[in-house]
């Protein structure tokens, strides 16, 4: 007599049913992938910057997580500089030389244009009217617009700013105003809440910059202030 037998097999899945699985897998890791791409700079720009916060605010209000790409919570158009700060407008001043350039080596930013009083951060940076033109004693202010730091190109303005928080104490920021470069060195940075008027604030003892963007990348729930100071060679 034989010492094995047979054993009948279960019966094997059918090919369409293995496929439809292994298409349900992949779909749901590339959703997931998507998700950590997508909110991965968020959460490392969160965990690594804390010691930049001068006040904390609550990230999701309002559904601001969810508000269109140039819009915050309110609705408001933050392409345009005049709705980030409503109640300090910037002023609509006349100036001898209305546009003039900003670089910033480390970003790879070279000769961006900056608009003084300009009204539209997809086209160019813009200087907040009356604030301080660069070289003069007082406080140069600078906005740009940000997205995710995936979408980084240095020479769109839309996506300008969005690596501004990699800055560190002692970079350059070279300005071109009316024929004369001046460099900045930055000295500070903070984050504050959206409605801080102090990116605004007035220094005369020097000649100072002042570069605003919104942060975490990618959203619009609190604003970077990157300080600089004017580079004065030594006598």
């Not at 700060?85 to 080596?105: A, D, E, W």
């Not at 980084?152 to 969005?162: D, G, M």
């Not at 910059?209 to 006598?235: E, I, M, N």
Request: charged fraction near 15%; hydrophobic fraction near 35%.
């Amino acid at each position: 007599m034989p010492l094995y037998r047979y054993v009948k097999s279960a019966p094997s899945m059918p090919r369409s049913r293995q496929g439809s699985r292994m298409l349900s897998f992949l779909l749901i890791a590339l959703g997931g992938s998507i998700l950590i791409w997508t909110f991965w700079p968020i959460v490392s720009f969160s965990m690594t910057s804390g010691d930049l916060f001068r006040e904390i605010v609550t990230p999701i209000q309002d559904g601001t997580a969810y508000a269109a790409p140039n819009m915050d919570s309110s609705g408001a158009d933050l392409t345009n500089p005049n709705a980030w700060f409503p109640t300090s407008p910037q002023k609509k001043v006349v100036t001898p030389v209305n546009t003039y350039t900003l670089s910033i080596p480390k970003l790879k930013i070279q000769d961006a244009l900056v608009t003084v009083a300009g009204d539209d951060l997809g086209v160019s940076l813009v200087h907040y009217g009356g604030t301080a033109l660069p070289g003069e004693y007082g406080t140069t202010v600078i906005f740009g617009h940000s997205t995710l730091p995936q979408f980084y190109n240095p020479k769109t303005y839309k996506t300008i700013f969005s690596t501004l928080p990699s800055m560190k104490v002692g970079d350059e920021i070279p300005v071109t105003y009316d024929g004369i470069t001046y460099k900045y060195i930055v000295y500070d940075m903070t984050v504050t809440g959206p409605s801080d008027l102090s990116a605004l604030a007035q220094q005369f003892d020097d000649s100072y910059l002042t570069l605003v963007t919104c942060v975490p990348p990618g959203t619009y729930w609190q604003r970077l202030h990157v300080f600089a100071k004017l580079d004065r060679p030594s006598l």
